[in-house]
């Protein structure tokens, strides 16, 4: 007869195996922030029913998995050093991570995952996402959790997923641009120190600029007479 500990192991193993794929990514609507949407699907190997899904989600950007035009290497030195250097620098990066709870489902089903992103080009993230003119982004989707199913006997069983479930999808660069635009249209937005956003501020009164444009482009067109 089983022990106990050896009749939980059995319920542990009978676990539904599950597999995950990106079926495909979009600007989301209506968002109060920037945020795109990737579309998961599950699938239980064995068709059984999953009572439901506590999925801890790690979103990283595979680097490595795409080719550069010599702009966006240009672009990308601040973010992984001169391209000379790649074959030691270059390297995933992570963009989000989120906790998704997937309803009850038989067989499969395809759940949300809503990436948020940002112009904080502090983030190595923004920096990277910017610099590329156009093509795709190598997406990794590195997934953990809990899931809940029934048992032989039907009563509730639960059992961890470990981290060495993945899917991977490649979203176009024009999808995140359509995601920043719907909110930023045509502009960018940096971050600076209050002591640097007052001094420009400063500037733009004693020279009666009317917006942060002329500002900068003013600032720009002196510092390349300089260079000149």
Request: glycine share 8%.
């Amino acid at each position: 007869m089983a022990s106990p500990a050896q009749a939980g192991a059995a319920a542990v193993a009978s676990a539904p195996e599950l597999d995950f794929a990106v079926e495909d990514g979009y600007a989301l609507r209506h968002t109060m922030a920037p945020t795109l949407g990737l579309a998961v699907r599950v699938a239980s190997g064995d068709g059984r029913p999953v009572r439901s899904l506590a999925l801890n989600v790690q979103l990283r950007i595979a680097a490595t998995r795409r080719a550069y035009a010599p702009a966006e290497q240009e672009r990308l030195v601040e973010v992984f050093g001169a391209p000379e250097a790649w074959g030691r620098n270059l390297g995933s990066l992570l963009w989000a991570t989120s906790t998704v709870n997937v309803p009850p489902f038989a067989g499969e089903t395809v759940f949300e995952l809503a990436v948020p992103c940002t112009y904080d080009f502090e983030v190595a993230s923004a920096k990277y996402l910017h610099a590329l003119e156009g093509g795709e982004v190598p997406l990794e989707l590195l997934l953990s959790g809990t899931v809940f199913y029934a048992g032989s006997g039907g009563g509730l069983q639960v059992a961890s997923l470990p981290w060495d479930r993945e899917a991977q999808h490649r979203l176009p660069v024009s999808v995140w641009r359509e995601t920043m635009a719907q909110h930023f249209g045509d502009s960018a937005w940096l971050r600076l120190r209050r002591d640097s956003f007052d001094r420009l501020y400063a500037y733009r009164t004693r020279h009666a600029m009317l917006s942060w444009e002329d500002v900068l482009a003013d600032v720009l067109d002196r510092a390349e007479r300089e260079e000149a």
